[in-house]
């Protein structure tokens, strides 16, 4: 089911998110201190391109950092990604066979909002990467 979903996803949305994610990327690695917001950039591109069957979790030992940098990724580039993932989502949730990709886009937005100190896992193993003793 997640093939099919993802084959759906990629052809409505999928592409031209995962090509406004690159085009972000793009523009922040210009400078040495934007590279870390165009990697974050890319990372979640590959996950906007295929998002089910995947998930995000709080990396460990994140802290202050990953909020600073949030900070400042909002005012850069994620307001108007998490713009995009929502006026996208309107529109697929019109229909009701794009119910569940509209919900897929409106899980996307905190992560296109705040994706420093966050991680893309897949969904069977979503504590995968983090120490859980």
Request: hydrophobic share 60%; charged share 10%; glycine share 12%.
């Amino acid at each position: 089911m997640n093939t099919l979903l993802n084959l759906i996803w990629f052809v409505l949305a999928g592409l031209w998110l995962a090509i406004a994610y690159v085009f972000a990327g793009l523009l922040l690695c210009v400078t040495i201190i934007g590279i870390p917001f165009g990697i974050a950039s890319f990372r979640i591109a590959g996950y906007a391109l295929w998002p089910f069957g995947r998930t995000t979790v709080d990396r460990p030992g994140a802290g202050a950092p990953s909020l600073i940098g949030n900070v400042l990724w909002i005012v850069l580039a994620g307001w108007w990604l998490a713009l995009g993932h929502i006026v996208t989502g309107i529109a697929m949730c019109v229909t009701i066979i794009g119910i569940p990709l509209g919900i897929a886009n409106f899980k996307l937005i905190p992560v296109s909002l705040m994706p420093l100190g966050r991680e893309i896992v897949p969904t069977d193993r979503p504590f995968a990467g983090t120490a859980r003793w």
